[in-house]
């Protein structure tokens, strides 16, 4: 088996420079489907507009439907108007759309990857892509296998000399630690970990990235963000939807598989990771996962009492009746599957030594936020509201969305003659401070695949550590003591239980 290895990109070297995307060709497997049409094809489109991309970048769907290239550019452009961050010009359109063709085949057909192969020769000549190529993974997770296979059956995993072939895998990359083992074996068949890029869309979230600047390049966090100073973190990640038709995928996924092995933890190790030596891909990514290693695994014994699970019966959202999530299409009317979920975890290594953290995710809840509290520990009220039982914390408060900021609660003398004090808010806002709209994450990440830059992209042993985490909780639902599931109307903050879980330590959830 032979693999193709890829040269750094001198011109970008991890985070701290601007991405510089190369002309190349990108194949997208899985094109007619929802991630096409809802955030690629808008992201690249956002980017053209932007003038973020090369004019030669050229797009090559993949799908078994037959479709001509101008039926494909068709429906793309109806989409893309419904789902872009910006209007669609007609005008960019027109020259954007030019520079995307479909190609029809079987996943499974060895032939389609060698006309393939031979497509992108004469588009490389017609379109000056160079000889780059950056494979999509968008299809169902069943089809990965079969793609990887035939491509490098047909050469296209090992690039020309000078040029580049890189794979983005969405996810879900696995649904435990042995498939994701298993699949990275699979990806390693054919193309190098420096070839891989395993996406996980919240790391492109302005914000998310932010969470790197704000603790390194301020002087004033880094010194009181860890046990002495910091009470406990809270993580949250409210939905207003609920499965939205993915049911058979939600099915054997549930909101831990979801969101939490990915997304959760990704924003868990920003939050608690060390300094990295410098913005490298690498440096930042050894970081992170040392949080995940340090994750403590949970006993079998402490899963009832440290993890809430729950699902939705029906209720209203914005005063709309909507169903339980039992009552869906396509979902088994006894189904078992979460979700809500709710955990208290810990790291255990020298910054986070006893400090709780709790993280919450759940579908069909009242509003749909994501946000990190960092809550930190009590002043000693001798001086001030000594007569008070309230004693409110300083939290730092991380947006990430919507309304994407910054806010630090602290307290503030009363205007008056008496000295009383209460909690007041420094806030800082992206959209009035810089006066401009963020990309959306899978622009940037799209940018940083054909910049050559996987910073924002998780690496092998982040996935493997995550859901070796995951499968210790997965395990202890589906064993013969399985804690029973709880239920929560649409509509509201999720199970009691997931109160109980903080107000069993004296705390309580931040009001979203
Ligand atoms: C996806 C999950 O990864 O993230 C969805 O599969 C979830 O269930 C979505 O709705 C949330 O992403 P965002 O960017 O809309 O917050």
């Keep these: 088996m032979t693999k193709a290895t890829e040269q750094t990109n001198p011109l970008r070297e991890g985070l701290s420079t601007r991405a510089v995307p190369q002309p190349c060709a990108i194949v997208i497997f899985g094109a007619t489907g929802d991630l096409t049409h809802r955030k690629l094809i808008p992201a690249l489109y956002n980017l053209a507009a ?13 799908a078994r439907r037959p479709k001509s290239d101008d039926d494909f550019r068709k429906e793309l452009a109806e989409t893309t108007k419904q789902f872009s961050r910006q209007d669609v010009r007609e005008d960019i359109w027109k020259t954007f759309s030019q520079s995307h063709f479909y190609h029809q085949s079987e996943f499974e057909d060895e032939s389609g990857y060698q006309s393939l192969a031979k497509r992108l020769d004469k588009i490389d000549e017609e379109r000056g892509t160079r000889g780059n190529r950056l494979f999509y993974f968008a299809a169902a997770p069943e089809q990965f296998e079969p793609i990887l296979k035939n491509l490098e059956a047909a050469g296209l995993n090992k690039a020309k000399e000078g040029s580049w072939a890189r794979v983005i895998i969405e996810k879900p990359f696995g649904r435990d630690l042995a498939s994701a083992q298993e699949l990275n074996r699979v990806v390693f068949g ?28 301020n002087a004033i966090f880094e010194p009181i963000w860890n046990a002495r100073y910091i009470d406990h973190v809270q993580i949250t990640a409210a939905e207003t939807l609920g499965v939205e038709g993915r049911a058979g995928y939600y099915e054997t996924a549930g909101a831990l598989r979801d969101m939490v092995q990915n997304h959760l933890l990704q924003l868990l190790c920003l939050v608690a990771m060390e300094a990295p030596t410098d913005l490298s891909a ?5 970081e992170k996962v040392k949080v995940v290693r340090s994750l403590h695994h949970y006993r079998a014994d ?6 809430v699970r729950g699902q939705y019966i029906r209720g209203a959202i914005n005063a709309k009746n909507v169903p339980g999530y039992r009552e869906e299409e396509k979902v088994d009317p006894k189904s078992e599957t979460e979700t809500y979920g709710a955990l208290r975890l810990r790291i255990d290594n ?15 809840l009242p509003k749909s936020a994501t946000e990190i509290s960092v809550h930190f520990k009590k002043a000693p009220m001798v001086l001030f509201n000594r007569d008070s039982t309230e004693h409110d914390q300083n939290v730092l408060v991380i947006r990430i969305q919507p309304d994407e900021g910054i806010s630090l609660r602290m307290m503030a003398k009363i205007p008056g003659t008496s000295l009383r004090i209460e909690p007041v808010k420094m806030d800082f806002h992206y959209g009035t401070s810089f006066g401009k709209a963020s990309p959306e994450a899978y622009e940037r990440l799209l940018l940083d695949a054909m910049s050559g830059d996987a910073t924002l992209f998780a690496r092998r042993d982040e996935v493997e550590e995550a859901w070796a985490f995951i499968d210790t909780i997965e395990q202890a639902w589906t064993g013969k003591d399985a804690p029973p599931l709880t239920f929560y109307p649409a509509g509201s903050w999720g199970p009691e239980e997931a109160d109980e879980l903080l107000a069993r330590d004296g705390r309580a959830w931040r009001r979203l």
């Design 190 to 217: 054919a193309f190098a970990e420096n070839q891989t890029y395993r996406i996980d869309h919240f790391l492109g979230k302005e914000t998310a990235q932010n969470i790197l600047v704000l603790r390194f390049a």
């Design 302 to 307: 402490e899963i009832a009492e440290l993890v």
């Design 282 to 286: 690498d440096s930042i990514r050894d």
């Design 50 to 62: 932007d003038g973020e991309l090369p004019p030669a970048v050229t797009v090559i769907g993949f």
């Design 350 to 364: 020298w910054r986070w030594s006893e400090v709780p953290i709790y993280l919450r995710v759940g579908k069909r």
